[in-house]
Each structure stands twice: as C-alpha cells, then as structure tokens.
C-alpha cells in the first residue's frame, strides 16, 4: 500500500494510536480470503482485516477450506463490529470480529477452526478455549495430525529453498507471476519481500493462478 492510500485509510478510519486505543467501526465483510483474513466494506472503501490473536489453517494446509467456510457462513454479508486493536506490517487491519455478543475469533478458536496464536496473543483465556476444543476433538484437532500454519509456513519456506525448480528467493529478485512456479514462491515475494505487484487486486492471494484452490 502507497504511503498516501494508507494515510488516507487512517483519515477514514480516524485511528490514531491503535496500540493504546481500541476503535469499534461497523462493517461489511465482503469476502472471506481464509480461515483468518477477510475484505471489508467501511465507509465506502474497501479494507483487509485480520482477524487477531488468531492463525487458521493455510488454504493449502489440511482444514484450511473447512476454517474457511467456517468464517464465511459466519460473518460473509453480515453487518459486523470491528474493534481495531493494531495494523500489521502487511497493512491489514487487525481485530476482532463481534457479532449480537458474540466474538468471531473466539469462537474459531472453540470450533476448532483455529489456533491462539500465541505470538500476537492478547487475551489469554483463548487458550482456555483452545484446550477445550482439543479435549473435545473439535474441527482441526479430531485430525491424527496437527501443524500449526506458523510452524507449516516455515516448513513450506524451507522447502523452496531447497527446491532447484524454484525461483531464488531473494528479496533483491522482482519477478513477476509468470516467472514462478509455485504458490510458496508467491507468497514468500508477497509476505517477506512486500512485492504487492503480485497481489493485483489487494485480496491477500497473489498470483491466483498459482494459488487458488
């Protein structure tokens, strides 16, 4: 995001210091991206939000689809309150999702959608309802297996890196959609590299012929 588009978004938004002060907004959740990420609709303008405190299944990891479909018959078209608690250094938005009462994130996390993400954690009785989940075998943890996607993005990484049949990754590198070869090499140009001409739409997925499921 361009340094004016995203002073504009604070105008829009008027945060000023989301580390100190939390802001409820009411939006629209356009779309669902994944088990953690959707594209919202706030005065007219649209926004990527992640969810926070939480790490859903990648698309690409066993349950991503079931994490999010599960976001999706949640929150898709539905009038939301977003209470903004920081930005990322992607420029998403990070909240949590309320609804009649309910918080979204919190109940990801109690279906089994979702890990606590422990690294960005808050509110540490998620992990009350994470232990429950995994008592209870719900969602992800009735699996034989389970890797965490922080744990699974970096094994991903490690295999590229590995891999002579894909393009070096250097941040030094610029390549385009057509010169890569897998949906790992696009998105570490996206998330480490910050190369968002990849991500033509801003939807969080780049080169979406690489990486649409």
Partial sequence: ?????????????????????????????????????????????PIRI?????????????????AKKALEAKVLGIPINLEVIDVDRYDRLVARLNLDGRQINRELVGEGHAWVYRRYMRDESLLIDETNAIKRKQGLWGKASQIAPWEWRMGKRGEGLNSSTRV???????PYCKNLKTCDDALFFLETCNLKRLDGDQDGVPCEALCRP
């Avoid at 992640?50 to 079931?66: K, M, S, T, V, Y």
């Avoid at 070096?168 to 610029?174: A, I, L, S, V, Y």
Wanted: net charge neutral; proline share 3%; aromatic share 6%.
């Fill in 1 to 45: 995001m361009k340094l004016s588009s995203f002073l504009g978004l604070l105008a829009v938004l008027s945060l000023s210091a989301f580390s100190s002060d939390r802001q409820y907004e009411s939006v629209s959740i356009t779309k669902v991206i994944d088990g953690d990420t959707v594209i919202a609709k706030l005065r007219g303008n």
């Fill in 50 to 66: 992640r969810l926070a405190e939480i790490d859903a299944p990648e698309i690409g990891q066993p349950w991503g689809l079931h």
């Fill in 168 to 174: 070096t990754r250097n941040c030094n590198e610029k």
